[in-house]
């Protein structure tokens, strides 16, 4: 078989497979990252929200701070609340992980809102999130994006 060849059939697999092949799960000190992943945006005047859970494996709990992304001139966690019977959203603040406990950020609760969007998120790319934490530091972990209506990772 050609060079050529095989090289067309890796990058083919490559480009069918790049969604899967995103970050599953990454780690910092005691904490862990899982399933990151993000929804499309509509255009850029709209924001986006990106999803993951964090778990501490530590003894002391740990506590996110800040969250940014190149793709946006702004990120926040925001948590949805309801508020007699009115759904509400808004920033967070800062979000504690619970020593030997986790967190999950996902539709309908704490999430990951990027607002001011440079360019869109598409559907089959990723996008890259980097997570600020009070004792463990900084992490920048790699999320794949699904579609603007997904409920969670594809």
Same mark, same amino acid.
Not at 34 to 63: H, V
């Given at each position: 078989m050609k060079y050529s060849s095989i090289f067309s059939m890796v990058v083919t697999i490559f480009i069918l497979t790049g969604p899967s092949l995103a970050q599953e799960q990454a780690r910092?000190?005691?904490?862990?990252? @899982?399933?990151?992943?993000?929804? $499309?945006?509509?255009?850029?005047?709209?924001?986006? $929200?990106?999803?993951?859970?964090?778990?501490? &494996?530590? &003894? @002391?709990?740990?506590?996110?701070?800040?969250?940014?992304?190149?793709?946006?001139g702004k990120a926040e966690v925001h948590a949805m609340t309801n508020d007699s019977g009115v759904m509400r959203m808004g920033p967070a603040g800062p979000v504690e992980i619970p020593a030997g406990g986790e967190v999950s950020l996902a539709p309908g609760g704490l999430h990951i809102m990027m607002m001011k969007l440079q360019a869109p998120l598409v559907k089959g790319k990723s996008i890259e999130v980097t997570l600020k934490f009070e004792r463990a530091g900084e992490i920048t972990i790699t999320a794949p994006i699904y579609g603007p209506g997904a409920t969670r990772p594809e």
């Open positions: 910092l000190g005691d904490l862990v990252i @899982e399933r990151p992943w993000a929804r $499309a945006s509509i255009g850029t005047s709209r924001p986006a $929200a990106a999803y993951l859970t964090i778990r501490n &494996e530590g &003894e @002391e709990s740990d506590t996110l701070l800040a969250v940014r992304t190149p793709l946006s």
